[in-house]
């Protein structure tokens, strides 16, 4: 069965600090990694994902994620935050042979220190 | 294109009462998905569709809960009768590609 785990629940950082959020998954096929931001209130939003070729992918709003298939992770970085990106941050992965149905991590919500 | 449009946004109801739940997926897209989000389980997928059809409906927690999609732009995810415990936010959710994207959510509190 496949499973995401996200270690951290809770990370604080300062304004214009680095941030780096982990993820691990189990899954017996080639994954289709993604990271997810939800804001209070709202849905979920995708910022970046991972099906194939670079290992490190770029996404929206100064995110990228490194895919390391031999640790089975797939971290989250960026290099400066901003007080906007205080959400919590989901993974998930998933398969096209599993009918697009992805697993979530629990989340780590992140707070940002002015 | 307006994105998977879910209603209504909050509903308080009290236990024993039919609580129906709608969403109208983004044109195109072919898979339909129902998630329940707590602060307990996390996010849940609770039973999800393509073309229409139920694929797997595993999560669904037991049987008052109910999933219909009768065509391509709506799905109902209907709790009869509610009980407290079902208190969450429920999730909607398409694709065509792998990618989900998401609705806004329906904050269901059953008191």
């Known amino acids: 069965a496949q499973s995401v785990t996200q270690p951290d629940i809770h990370i604080t950082v300062s304004e214009g600090a680095s941030l780096e959020l982990r993820c691990n998954y189990s899954?017996?096929?080639?994954?289709?990694l993604f990271w997810y931001v939800q804001s209070p209130g709202q849905g979920l939003q995708l910022l970046l994902k991972?099906?194939?070729?670079?290992?490190l992918v770029q996404g929206i709003k100064g995110f990228e994620a490194e895919f390391k298939r031999s640790q089975s992770s797939f971290n989250l970085r960026k290099p400066s935050v901003h007080w906007s990106d205080a959400a919590e941050y989901f993974c998930?992965?998933?398969?096209?042979?599993?009918?697009?149905?992805?697993?979530f991590g629990g989340g780590t919500r992140v707070l940002v220190k002015p | 294109d307006a994105g998977v449009i879910q209603s209504p946004r909050h509903e308080v109801t009290e236990m024993g009462q039919e609580v129906t739940l709608r969403c109208k997926p983004i044109?195109?897209?072919?898979?339909l998905f129902w998630y329940r989000q707590t602060m307990m389980r996390g996010l849940e997928l609770l039973i999800y569709?393509?073309?229409?059809?139920?694929?797997?409906d595993s999560g669904m927690p037991e049987d008052r809960f109910s999933a219909k999609m009768p065509n391509a732009s709506f799905s109902t995810l209907k709790i009869q009768p509610s009980e407290p415990r079902d208190s969450a936010v429920y999730f909607c959710?398409?694709?065509?590609?792998?990618?989900?994207?998401f609705g806004e959510g329906s904050r269901l509190t059953v008191l």
């Open positions: 998930a992965v998933g398969a096209k042979a599993a009918g697009n149905k992805l697993t």
């Open positions: 899954y017996g096929a080639t994954p289709y």
């Open positions: 991972y099906f194939s070729g670079d290992t």
């Open positions: 959710a398409s694709t065509r590609s792998g990618e989900l994207f």
């Open positions: 569709f393509n073309n229409n059809v139920p694929i797997d």
């Open positions: 044109s195109g897209h072919d898979y």
